[in-house]
T-cell receptor, first 114, second 111 residues
Framework: DADVTQTPRNRITKTGKRIMLECSQT?????MYWYRQDPGLGLRLIYY???????NKGEISDGYSVSRQAQAKFSLSLESAIPNQTALYFC?????????????FGPGTRLTVL | RKEVEQDPGPFNVPEGATVAFNCTYS??????FFWYRQDCRKEPKLLMS???SGNEDGRFTAQLNRASQYISLLIRDSKLSDSATYLC????????????FGSGTRLQVQP
């Protein structure tokens, strides 16, 4: 079984709909992240969480919210989806420790907003 | 200016060739450096960390030049399976600062 899972893997929705993307991990890591990837722009950080009570905005948090329900779960919500939120979304996890540690990514969720 | 800049490519090389990618970063306080590999429509995966003294892993060699704020990746004896996008990744002084990803350099190894 995969260590970092994301659901759904693909989603097509309409403008204005509320969408939740879910991420679960079995690696026992404290740190979790949400990124979006657009062609030519690379990965951009939306939100990150260093433990259940520590949630931080990333580079592009507007239009998104997150919930860290447990150490193993970190969900991303689009309260009112818009077409420019069409992208590939990745969840990632990493261990604690000094410096930055390797991040392990989920398989991604491809979201299309019509 | 982007925090981490890479040439998007594509770099088209024949099998067996040696190819090098460079990446520049703007934050002189950066302390952690990595190369990730991403196959088409797949998740990124760590290829190697980059240490001040440079490091080598088989056909792959990574170098860090702090004075000029750039990181390099050298791939020797390219294989078809090396075809992918290579992401340059930079982290802050402590773990509090999340990683910053470059937009990637695409490599296509041709038979």
């Amino acid at each position: 079984d995969a260590d970092v899972t994301q659901t759904p893997r693909n989603r097509i929705t309409k403008t204005g709909k509320r969408i939740m993307l879910e991420c679960s991990q079995t690696k026992g890591h404290d740190r979790m992240y949400w990124y979006r990837q657009d062609p030519g722009l690379g990965l951009r950080l939306i939100y990150y969480s260093f433990d259940v009570k520590d949630i931080n905005k990333g580079e592009i948090s507007d239009g998104y919210s997150v919930s860290r329900q447990a150490q193993a779960k970190f969900s991303l919500s689009l309260e009112s989806a818009i077409p420019n939120q069409t992208a590939l979304y990745f969840c990632a996890t990493s261990d604690q420790g000094e410096g930055n540690n390797e991040q392990f990514f989920g398989p991604g969720t491809r979201l299309t907003v019509l | 200016r982007k925090e981490v800049e890479q040439d998007p490519g594509p770099f088209n090389v024949p099998e067996g060739a040696t190819v090098a990618f460079n990446c520049t970063y703007s934050n002189s306080a950066s302390q952690s450096f990595f190369w990730y590999r991403q196959d088409c429509r797949k998740e990124p995966k760590l290829l190697m960390s980059v240490y001040s003294s440079g490091n080598e892993d088989g056909r792959f060699t990574a170098q860090l030049n702090r004075a000029s704020q750039y990181i390099s990746l050298l791939i020797r004896d390219s294989k078809l399976s090396d075809s992918a996008t290579y992401l340059c990744v930079v982290g802050g002084r402590t773990g509090r600062r999340a990683l910053t990803f470059g937009s990637g350099t695409r490599l296509q190894v041709q038979p």
